[in-house]
């Protein structure tokens, strides 16, 4: 018995100086050590609830010129974010970490995705007015697919003018949108 604790307080003794002399089995015993504590902890915490964002009120439906969708990218002081897909403007504020400043799709943020979307380039940036007449038939039906997708998470705002174009007058629909913060109704 005595033995025993002599051999098991050698074997401690052993590992505890094995380890301590060298400083890269310190670190690993130290990731180990964060790594079970944050197991620990992540089984004892009450699940946070993380307080939502603050939804901004609904654009009031309107049509955009590309250049008017420019300043909504996500950098304007409430933050909202339109994207153009397949000549139709989407309000993405809830998608923010996607097309928001940082996020992976950004380039889409403020402009028409469509292209982009497409041809699978998150790097396209389209600032002009694209008519999308070079695609091809697959690239097209990818744009349409990839609209559906916005139709059914986002909601719609209006549509994108080509230049030249009159916006539609929606005001026979419902006005329930007092003006958002950063829409002053301004181009800067
Ligand atoms: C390595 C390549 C890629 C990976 C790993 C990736 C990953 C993802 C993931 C995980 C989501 C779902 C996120 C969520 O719903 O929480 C997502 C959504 C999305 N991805 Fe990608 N992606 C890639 C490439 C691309 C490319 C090339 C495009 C552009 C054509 C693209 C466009 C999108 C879009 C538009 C969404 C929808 C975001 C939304 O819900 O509004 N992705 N991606």
């Known amino acids: 018995m005595a033995e025993n604790e002599a051999k098991s307080g050698g074997f ?5 100086l094995e380890i301590t002399q060298s400083p890269l089995n310190i670190a690993l015993v130290c990731l180990i050590a964060v790594l079970v504590y944050k197991i620990i902890k992540s089984r004892q ?11 901004l009120p609904k654009l009031k439906k309107r049509d955009f010129t590309v250049e008017e969708l420019k300043k909504y990218d996500g950098t304007q002081e409430d933050g909202r974010v339109l994207v153009a897909v397949n000549g139709n403007v989407y309000d993405v504020t809830k998608g923010k970490r996607f097309y928001g400043p940082g996020g992976p799709y950004a380039a889409f ?16 940036k389209t600032d002009g007015y694209d008519d999308l007449s070079d695609l091809n038939t697959m690239e ?9 997708q916005f139709k059914e998470k986002y909601d719609l705002v209006g549509k994108l003018l080509k230049p030249g174009e009159q916006p539609t007058n929606y005001s026979d629909e419902e006005d329930e949108t ?4 950063g829409d002053k109704g301004k181009d800067d």
């Open 12 to 16: 401690f003794t052993n590992l505890v």
């Open 45 to 55: 915490d009450v699940p946070t609830y993380r307080e939502p964002e603050p939804e």
């Open 109 to 124: 943020g403020g402009r028409d995705a469509s292209r982009g979307l497409a041809t699978f380039s998150v790097s396209t």
């Open 140 to 148: 097209m039906d990818s744009v349409k697919e990839w609209e559906a």
């Open 178 to 181: 007092p003006t958002a913060a």
